[in-house]
């Protein structure tokens, strides 16, 4: 059901005449499903803002929240589930403090003795203009969670493959957990941008934390190190396990002329015995 421009007029004069009324209503029915989480000034702060948008938008005869007159609430709305989204909120908090609006309304028309048959059709027609509105904050609080969801896991790809240096000219990868491809493809741009800024000449990337090494585990392993290769590094493969290298034999995978070593530190020697560097 769409608002008509009768009743959307009426509505914002409604919303214009008792805005203090409304608000303060408003802000206590908020605040009750809260529960004290959001402070009363910074709610009450959202609440003014929001009615006028709304009182902004039936005076420019929205019928419904896609025009052109509402594009200014439609910002509000989508910067509150922002900011509930960032704040911790629920999806369901943010669209019903917006779905609160409605018997903020009814209980000031009530206030006013202004219920009549009139005025209760344009509260069923307003009612409608409403919950479109509450529902796209729903929308709009679910994509920026999950903006904020990639984000933290793209974090987490970047803090879970550090890239460290054990010597001059000697860095490593020291690889926990499964390795997938879009972990894999962190790894090499780790690495290859670290082998640029150090100009090192020499990587490990060290295996001891990977649980299991399958045939797709190990292509990625292979293709960082030719990435590396590419840049002029020679790539260095420690933390092979017994049970590993058995299963790598088993699945027939082969590392080719890529040295790889059983520990970290063996890696370590050898890449100093080349180099003719000691380590103490």
């Known amino acids: 059901m769409t608002l008509s421009a009768d009743e959307a007029a009426r509505f914002a004069v409604v919303l214009e005449d008792h805005q203090e009324a409304l608000v303060t209503a408003w802000t206590e029915r908020v605040a009750s499903t809260l529960r004290g989480r959001l402070s009363h000034t910074e709610l009450l702060r959202q609440n003014t803002e929001l009615r006028r948008g709304f009182q902004q938008a039936l005076a420019g005869s929205a019928q419904d929240l896609s025009g052109e007159p509402a594009a200014e609430l439609r910002a509000q709305l989508a910067e509150l589930s922002s900011t509930r989204a960032r704040q911790g909120f629920s999806a369901t908090e943010t669209a019903v403090s917006i779905f609160a609006f409605k018997d903020a309304v009814l209980a000031t028309l009530d206030a006013q003795g202004t219920t009549d048959a009139t005025t209760l059709r344009d509260y069923v027609a307003l009612s409608s203009f409403?919950?479109?509105?509450?529902?796209?904050?729903?929308?709009?609080?679910?994509?920026?969670?999950?903006?904020?969801?990639?984000?933290?896991?793209?974090?987490?790809?970047?803090?879970?493959?550090?890239?460290?240096?054990?010597?001059?000219?000697?860095?490593?990868?020291?690889?926990?957990?499964?390795?997938?491809?879009?972990?894999?493809?962190?790894?090499?741009?780790?690495?290859l941008q670290t082998l640029v800024d150090t100009g090192s000449p020499y990587a490990i990337i060290d295996i001891t934390g990977v649980p299991a090494v399958d045939t797709q585990v190990a292509q990625h392993i292979l293709k960082t190190v030719v990435a590396a290769r590419l840049m002029g590094a020679d790539c260095i493969i420690s933390g092979i396990r017994p049970q590993i290298a058995q299963t790598i034999v088993a699945l027939g995978i082969e590392f080719g002329d890529i040295a790889t070593k059983s520990s970290l530190a063996d890696a370590l020697r050898y890449v100093l015995a080349r180099t003719g560097k000691k380590g103490r």
């Open 130 to 191: 409403v919950d479109e509105a509450a529902l796209f904050t729903f929308d709009s609080y679910v994509r920026v969670r999950e903006e904020l969801i990639a984000d933290q896991a793209e974090q987490l790809l970047e803090l879970s493959t550090p890239v460290v240096k054990l010597w001059e000219g000697v860095v490593a990868v020291p690889l926990v957990g499964t390795l997938d491809s879009a972990r894999a493809q962190v790894v090499m741009e780790r690495l």
